[in-house]
C-alpha cells in the first residue's frame, strides 16, 4: 500500500515563503511522476507544478517564476518552494503520485495516489 504524507503548509504573510514536502512510503517500483494540485474554496482541483520520472518539470503559467518543484529520490519526497506568496495562493495543497507498484499477482500496476492535503494560508 503507497501512502503519501504532506508537511510544511501553515499561515505566512503576503510575500513570505513556504516549503512542502511529500514523502512516498510503500512497495514503489517507479515514478512516471509526482506533483502538487491545489483547491481553494469554491475551485475546481488544479495543477501547481509536476515533476516526471524523467526530473522534466511543469508549472501552471501563473506560478512560474515563484514556485519550485524538486524531488529527492533517496527519500521518496518531493519538494514544492513557494516564494513571494501572495492571497490568492491560499488553498488545501495536495500531493499526488502516479506511480507503478507490484500486485499481489507480480504484476505491475500504474495507478494515482493523493496526500491528504495540507492548508496554506496567505495573510495580506
Known amino acids: 500500500q503507497v501512502q503519501l504524507v504532506e508537511s510544511g503548509g501553515g499561515l505566512v504573510q503576503a510575500g513570505g515563503s513556504l516549503r512542502l514536502s511529500c514523502a512516498a512510503s510503500?512497495?514503489?517500483?517507479?515514478?512516471?511522476?509526482m506533483g502538487w494540485y491545489r483547491q481553494a474554496p469554491g475551485n475546481q482541483r488544479e495543477l501547481v507544478a509536476l515533476i516526471t520520472g524523467d526530473n522534466a518539470t511543469d508549472y501552471a503559467d501563473s506560478l512560474k517564476g515563484r514556485f519550485t518543484i524538486s524531488r529527492a529520490d533517496a527519500k521518496n519526497t518531493v519538494y514544492l518552494q513557494m516564494n513571494s506568496l501572495k492571497p490568492e495562493d491560499t488553498a488545501v495543497y495536495y500531493c499526488?503520485?502516479?506511480?507503478?507498484?507490484?500486485?499481489?499477482?507480480?504484476?505491475?500496476?500504474?495507478?494515482?495516489?493523493w496526500g491528504q492535503g495540507t492548508q496554506v494560508t496567505v495573510s495580506s
Open positions: 510503500g512497495s514503489i517500483l517507479r515514478y512516471d511522476a
Open positions: 499526488n503520485a502516479r506511480l507503478w507498484t507490484r500486485s499481489g499477482s507480480g504484476a505491475q500496476v500504474r495507478d494515482d495516489y
